[in-house]
């Protein structure tokens, strides 16, 4: 038994003792929501007992995962805060007293400093921009064959509006010195056992210093709630979440590569295609997020009036440009689809609608396929990859007429 | 009259399109419990002894059918990378285990 195990397990206890007026999950579990995942165990409970959150499908307590019932999406384009989903790589302070938050800038810099939340916000001019929120694993639990890790369905995903200031005005705190190549940061949730990586992320520079890079401290004019990194969290649009850190306590300017942990080993894809059969294949970090499309109108396996017009619907997202056109296919054909309104710019989730003339038959696995600006398209099959990242195959459902 | 009546509007007007001044209060939540135990089988206490520290029962449960190799390579890679206290010479058990349970019918409520 050594010292490190003990140390978790006082936590965990004390944590335990602590919450007793904590609320009982099972006294306050919703129903069970099938992810159809293939080959199970495909059940989750849905909770409102989190703090701040409605209904949620559980896909882990401590540190929560908390998913998105895909009815989320039916409507609207922006995720209210209580629907968002919520992931944490390790545990986080529950309570956070503002005065004495401070995020520490160093490494390559003209001069250390150390920041209070005022001094941030007053780092530069404010700036809101609506973007996707969107886990790297998300549709992981879809994967066939499938891989471990956590087994999302397709709800780790949110589109919100962020307010704060540019990154690079708070670097600009500390002043960039020559030769920076990457901008990395760490939040206050860290790991519980001694020498596991620490949750820290970088970006590259011409990233970190775009015009709509943020440290934000606010969520669809809300103060960013706790589950999603009061005070502060690094947003960048068209970037999968993983590089949205939350909590934001540290920035450090590199002037070489990044080798730690979720930056050099992990979050990481197959350079190119691979089958699950291979073993050694080089990878290449997840960044920017390839386009989605969903039908929100109809479940799998719903019944549509046959001999009747049919209307579906759903949203879309382009990734890291803006949404293009969506196609209803099936088995050799396609029919575009009409876009909602452009509400909140290329970063943001988008209407579309189809209406067919007629049912004849049943649909059998159709799909809406979303291609962006730069013509990235949804594939026909999946990409997999051993970690079930990244993941933008059509989605298929088959729709019965009666 | 009407003069009076425009002027505090233009003001109100005015203070809207400021940006909104950034103001940081306190925060502090209670999270919930996790009340999933382990269902009996071999090798429970080795997963009880190693595993659950880090990882809820809720999220064992319901990771994918894979094989007891595959168990065995991850329960391996949480020494390594991550550091966990666990004892190597419980993986056979903890990888048993897993192989149990996912062997169980899935419980529907």
Sequence with gaps: MNEARLTRRALIAGAGTAALAAPLLAQQAGRMIDLALPGGPSLRPTTPAFPGKGEMIVQRIRPPLLEAPMEVFREGVITPNDRHFVRWNWDMPTSITAAEHRVAIGGAVTKAVSLTLDEVAAAGEHFSVVAVNQCAGNGRGLSTPRVTGTQWGNGAMACAKWTGVRLRDVLAKAGVAEGAKRVRYAGLDVPLTDGAPQFIKSLPMDIAMRDDVLVAWAMNDEPLPILHGFPLRIVVPGWFSTYWVKMLSTIEVLTGEDESYYVAKSYRMPAQPITPADKDFDTVPIEAMPPRAFITSHADGAAVAKGKPLVLEGMAFGGDAALERVDLVGAGWSIPCSLGPDEHGPYAFRRWQVELPSVSGDLTQIGVRATNVKGAVQPETLAWNPSGYARNVIERITLRAQ | ?109
């Design chain 2, 1 to 109: 009259m009407r003069a009076s009546l425009i002027l505090p509007l233009l003001a109100l007007l005015a203070a809207c399109d400021a940006a909104p001044k950034a103001s940081f209060a306190d925060a502090s939540i209670t999270l919930p419990d996790d009340p999933i135990d382990l269902p009996e089988g071999p090798g429970r206490d080795a997963v009880l002894a190693n595993c659950t520290a880090c990882h809820s029962p809720s999220t064992l449960l319901q990771q994918p059918k894979v094989s007891r190799e595959k168990w065995e390579e991850i329960a391996g890679k949480m020494i390594k990378v991550y550091k966990a206290p666990v004892d190597p010479a419980a993986i056979p058990d903890i990888a048993g285990y897993m192989v149990h349970v996912q062997a169980q019918p899935e419980a529907r409520q």
